[in-house]
């Protein structure tokens, strides 16, 4: 269960860092309450994470064997993709993730009344979240962390990674948005993907 909590941690934490869902936290807390922003952040990242294990424990009924390998295929190639993409990035942070946030909670923004009231800021926040991790490289890692390993450990780990990833942006997100490295995030992420990909591969043998 600690391997599985450790795993979702930091798989969750690096991955999430500078992602789309980090400046759509952070651009939503410059013009609401970042509590409000915070609790529909959270809750629907971590709804996403419980949806993500349940598939995974049902992709945990099909043959261990193709389990085995489907899991370190998954990480490989999402390491050696990570990677890729590091190399090719500029050594400036890239603002097209930032512009897509931006559009994101713009369009959000002109669908719902000047006046906000508490539950249209959660709501807000909650549905742009969700929707931006729906299909995320996060989102099929999880499933495969939960398909191999133990479901609770990998879902309070994978929770608390986003609720770190979630407070950050939030709280001191703009700031700290101007220093992240793309670059290096990816770099990490991708040798993460693949330490687990061989991690699974020993421990399946």
């Known amino acids: 269960m600690l391997t599985a909590f450790t795993a979702g941690l930091l798989l969750i ?8 869902t980090f400046f759509i936290a952070m651009i939503l807390a410059m013009h609401h309450s970042r509590r409000l922003v915070f609790a529909g952040v959270i809750a629907a990242l971590a709804a996403m994470t419980i949806l993500s294990v349940l598939l995974g424990q049902t992709v945990s009924l099909l043959p261990k064997i193709y389990i085995y390998y489907a899991e370190i295929v998954l990480f490989i190639a999402f390491g050696i993709k990570l990677l890729y993409q590091a190399k090719k990035m500029p050594a400036a942070y890239d603002m097209e993730v930032v512009e897509e946030a931006k559009a994101a909670v713009k369009q959000a923004d002109l669908q719902l009344p000047k006046r906000k009231s508490y539950w249209a800021i959660l709501t807000e ?17 999880t499933i495969a962390l939960a398909a191999g390993n133990n479901p609770i450990g990998v879902t309070v780990g994978a929770i608390l990674g986003h ?4 407070a950050i942006a939030v709280i001191g ?12 995030l990816t770099f990490a992420g991708g040798c993460l993907f693949l330490i687990f990909g061989v991690v699974a591969a020993i421990e399946g043998a």
């Open 13 to 20: 934490t690096v991955s999430e860092l500078g992602d789309k």
């Open 125 to 141: 926040a909650f549905v742009l979240t969700f929707m931006a991790e729906w299909g995320d490289r996060t989102q099929i890692a």
């Open 163 to 166: 609720a770190i990833c979630a």
């Open 173 to 184: 997100g703009k700031m700290i948005a101007g220093r992240i490295s793309e670059r290096q």
